[in-house]
């Protein structure tokens, strides 16, 4: 195993990371803007009113998005598992 091995396998490593971390991400996101815009309009400045339907919605999206992020694992782990037989 050589330097451009390591860099390859990490390099699949971070973009498995952003990719299944993505739906929950993005749905905290939509819903902390969604959140902010509403205490915006109303005044209404409670710090915990956040907290709840995020993660609601956090888990609401990896539950739908369980499929698809156990997929891009199971790919990572099947290119680690092959470049293990082959020996790098």
Known sequence: MNEADALEIMQAAM????????????AA?????????LQALTQIQEMTLTFVPKIVAILLS???????????IYLFSQLVFSRVQSGF
């Open 29 to 37: 996101m939509v819903v902390g803007v969604a959140i902010a815009f």
């Open 15 to 26: 973009r498995t990371v952003l990719i299944a971390s993505g739906p929950a991400v993005l």
């Open 62 to 72: 990896i539950g739908l998005a369980a499929p698809f992020i156990g997929s891009q």
